[in-house]
């Protein structure tokens, strides 16, 4: 069963292309620069059997990583939606593949500097998390240009528990998608242990009984229930 996850995962299209590619790069450039920064910058300085060992070994832990990466589904999450699920997921997937490395490098290729490791997993790590969230960022600034152009709607939910935070979450991915230009100003809850406070930093105004007022007050254009 794992073995045909693995096969779906890779599933290759150029969606999936991009990714792999990206982060075979990162992979390569990471563990390139950690060698450059530990001998002061000098391409020269590099010790011959430490460029021996990256340059045999990049390729095969090229093909691991990406096959690590594809076992944690990474080419298969819609990064525009990215979670923190989504993040531990990297954390995990960029620990095992580092873990490789450095078993793997060690025992075909002999040691390698402490720094070489440290510099490198750290790179490879930011760099990969850099990869991924920078095309939300973008999206997200792409959205935001375009949903200017479309009217907010000041949004009232009424119900400040589970269900209600589901219509919020569900409206926020809405306006980053640009299918909306949403804005919920406040909850209406009956529950006068909730009143005052926040859920998605917007605050609970009052119960049921007070809705035609708050929402004058509020210039509300929708009540969602």
């Known amino acids: 069963m ?5 096969i779906s995962n ?11 590619i990206g982060d075979s790069v990162i992979l390569i450039f990471s563990f390139f620069l950690a060698l ?3 001998f002061d910058m000098k391409f020269s300085m590099i010790p011959l059997r430490y460029l021996i060992a990256y340059k045999d070994f990049m390729i095969p ?3 691991i990583t990406v096959l690590i990466y594809s076992f944690y589904d990474m ?3 819609v990064w525009e939606y990215v979670s923190y699920r989504d993040l531990l997921k990297i954390t995990q997937a960029c620990f095992l593949s580092i873990l490789v490395h450095i078993i793997g490098i060690s025992i075909f290729f002999g040691r390698m500097p402490i720094s070489y490791f440290f510099v490198g997993s750290l790179c490879q790590y930011v760099f ?4 991924r969230f920078s095309r939300r960022i973008f999206l997200k600034n792409k959205i935001n240009d375009t949903s200017g152009n479309l009217e907010e709607s000041r949004v009232m939910i009424v119900g400040a528990g589970s269900a209600g935070k589901v219509i919020h979450d569900d409206i926020l991915q809405s306006n980053q998608a640009g299918e909306s230009n949403l804005k919920v100003v406040c909850y209406i809850d009956d529950d006068k242990n909730k009143l005052g406070r ?3 930093s917007t605050p609970i105004l009052g119960g049921r009984d007070e809705i035609k007022r708050i929402a004058i007050d509020k210039n509300i254009d929708q009540i969602l229930v």
């Open 198 to 200: 926040f859920i998605n």
């Open 128 to 131: 990969t998390l850099i990869l």
């Open 2 to 6: 794992k073995r045909d996850l693995l």
């Open 10 to 20: 890779l599933k290759i299209n150029k969606y999936t292309l991009f990714w792999m």
């Open 61 to 63: 832990i090229s093909v």
């Open 36 to 38: 450059y920064l530990r």
């Open 75 to 77: 080419y298969r999450v």
